[in-house]
């Protein structure tokens, strides 16, 4: 039987020159789009973070044959810090093994794919080919929120 | 710059809903918001082939380097919204790697990732972990993502029919 979720966004903007919150552009920003999803499996977890690379997700755990479309999943993150003074980057990269630091730079070590600062959130689609990781500036307790969902039809 | 506000909610009935039932015994009820500073706004509906086609190269947006430092981590980047528009067929989405060669392995480091090629290892379609695919959006699935601008946002229709991506790149002000 299936099982479904339904993610809603809204992205909303004011004119650039709104006295209030003004935007980026000329007219006002009003994107909306929703889908429901046909999910099983539910892994919520809040996550320590480290200064090291840590995986968050490993793709073997829930998948062995990464058909397109068919084997894989939605991940939620929420970086659950609000205070952009002591609160921490926390960085995401997506890859068959960790790379020790994602913030480095230089040749090796620019594995993340994205930072979330303190209250940022992102919502995408993962298709469990390689693992996803975390890694953070600094080390702090119950920093990050994750939230997989898994396809219904992954084996 | 300017100030957007995404807002996401995720809801699901319980599972013994006799509509729509949920995944979890209980329903699901989870909103997020944050105000986002932001400059340039980019935006484009691309039709999708079986072929990948770059969509964003990372080094062009970041000035130059896809090797950002760790200050730029906190500076560099943008938030992605993407939206497989078609009503048929799946999209292949690749943000490809700066410092991953084709075969998945190779360390490179550089400004100009390999372009994922219609076939062979390394391909969008791939069904192994050395494809440079990230994730599938069927039609009318979407994405919202900060980006670091490291390596390339890559996209290929599944079948040849093709299929339309819409997306907005908001860069970080």
Not at chain 1, 33 to 51: F, G, H, P, Q, R
Request: glycine content about 10%; charged content about 15%.
């Amino acid at each position: 039987m299936a099982k479904y979720i339904t993610p809603t966004l809204t992205i909303t903007s004011n004119k650039y020159d709104a006295t209030t919150n003004p935007g980026p552009t000329s007219s006002p920003l009003a994107i909306s789009v929703t889908d429901l999803l046909d999910v099983t499996e539910v892994v919520s977890k809040i996550v320590t973070v480290a200064t090291s690379d840590a995986n968050l997700f490993d793709a073997s755990d829930y998948s062995a044959s990464v058909a397109a479309g068919t084997d894989g999943g939605f991940i939620f993150l929420r970086n659950l810090g609000t205070d952009t003074t002591s609160g921490t980057n926390i960085h995401i990269s997506c890859g068959t093994t960790g790379d020790g630091e994602l913030e480095d730079g230089g040749a090796a070590e620019a594995f993340r794919l994205m930072t979330l600062q303190p209250g940022e959130f992102s919502f995408f689609a993962w298709d469990m080919e390689q693992d996803v990781h975390v890694d953070a500036v600094k080390a702090v307790d119950d920093a990050l929120e994750a939230i997989l969902f898994v396809r219904t039809g992954t084996a | 710059m300017g100030i957007i506000k995404p807002t996401l909610t995720l809801t699901a009935n319980s599972s013994s809903a006799t509509t729509d039932a949920g995944p979890l015994s209980i329903a699901l009820s989870l909103s997020v918001t944050d105000d986002l500073t932001v400059d340039t706004v980019t935006s484009e509906i691309v039709s999708l082939t079986d072929s990948p086609v770059q969509i964003k190269d990372g080094s062009a947006l970041s000035g130059g380097t896809e090797t950002p430092s760790t200050a730029a981590a906190n500076q560099i980047g943008g938030f992605i919204y993407l939206k497989n528009a078609g009503t048929a067929k799946a999209a292949y989405i690749g943000l490809v790697s700066n410092v991953i060669e084709n075969d998945g392995s190779t360390v490179l480091g550089n400004d100009a990732p390999t372009a994922p090629g219609a076939t062979g290892a390394g391909h969008l379609a791939e069904a192994a972990n050395t494809t440079l695919r990230t994730f599938t959006l069927r039609p009318g699935e979407f994405a919202f993502f900060p980006w670091d601008y490291t390596g390339d946002l890559y996209a290929e229709c599944e079948h040849s029919d093709g299929t339309t991506l819409e997306y907005f790149l908001f860069d970080r002000g």
